[in-house]
């Protein structure tokens, strides 16, 4: 009966926390090489995102996410050159569409993104290195190709846990690992950007690894597809619109599309709103603090069978090497 406790009380977390096999993000649009490696540097600067997010539960706990990223490119954006999906320009319109002239050279990127999720004794941690390729096939328009690794780690605290038999052979196979099982896994993507849209798919856990933890809990590392796209189809000194989607396709949930739109005037406030086929809606507000800063914050609500669920995520960006003095749309 105590090892069918334990099972229950672990699988029942691991359903609620991490049924979709990939962390809970609101601001995916500040994660994007997460979901595809391919998008990873296609913002010529360094690119850092840290957040918080909260998901209240029915029961009284809650899920919360730590969010960090950072990307960067080999290739700044000095002297009228720039390729940034979230937005391109210099300080006036004209040298905004000069530019679009300037020739496109090979570029790579680089980056790194961890994440964490807590729900009672239940943790899992993220992460992914990342690495692309940029081959301009056009001018501002670039092939990329990228590839991740990382791991995946699942820790439930045990040792909280009150059993009636503490020699149970289970438990202290638990005991004797930590609690915890971590798992090397690989991604790739394949994506296409330019200064108005981007488009990339990306595949989760082409391959995947044991190192640590006990065999018995053997959480699963399903292969994920993702596919995200932007198009950026007004933009003005006043005023500029992106639309954004999302598709996750996994073999053992249903899958599910996000898809919104996003505006931002005077280059200061953004708000956004968003829809997933789970019944969920998302608002977006952000704003630009100078060169260097954006701040946001996103909303949303799920109509469920018996309730509505609410979550709140808190971003930060910081870009530095930013040599476009134009700040990019989030």
Partial sequence: MKRLGIIVLILGLHLDLVGQGIPTVLQKYRHL?????????VNNYLDINVGQGVQPLASG??????????????????HGSNNSIRGTGTET????????????ALKMGFGTAI????????????????????????NHTYLTLGLAAGFNSTKVDIFDLTLRD???????????????????????????????????IGVNNI?????????????????????????????????????????????????????????RVNEIVTVGMNFT??????????????DFINLGYTFSSTSGKSAVVSSHEFG???????????TPIW
Avoid: C
């Fill in 207 to 263: 391959a995947n690894a044991r190192i640590s933890g006990a065999s018995d809990l053997n959480f699963d590392n399903p292969l994920i597809s993702n596919a995200v796209g932007g198009y950026r189809f007004f933009h003005s000194h006043s005023f500029e619109a992106i639309a954004v989607t999302s598709v996750t396709l996994q073999s053992d949930v249903p899958s599910l599309w996000n898809v919104g739109l996003r505006g």
């Fill in 61 to 78: 706990a809650s899920l919360n996410t730590t969010l960090f990223s950072a990307y960067y490119s080999t290739r700044g954006q000095a």
């Fill in 277 to 290: 086929s789970n019944k969920t809606i998302l608002a977006q507000l952000g704003f630009q603090l100078g």
């Fill in 33 to 41: 090489a997460f979901f595809s490696p391919a998008m990873t540097g």
């Fill in 93 to 104: 319109m004209e040298d905004f569409y000069a530019a679009r002239n300037q020739k496109s």
């Fill in 115 to 138: 994440y964490t999720e807590k729900l009672g004794e239940f943790t899992k941690t993220y992460n992914s290195n990342s690495f692309a390729v940029h081959v301009p096939i056009a």
């Fill in 166 to 200: 503490a020699d149970d052979e289970v438990y202290n196979r638990f005991v004797a690992s930590g609690g915890n099982n971590t798992y090397l896994h690989i991604d790739a993507g394949l994506g296409v950007t330019s200064n108005d849209y981007y488009f990339a």
């Fill in 316 to 326: 930060l960006g910081i870009r530095f090497l930013n040599n476009n003095n134009y």
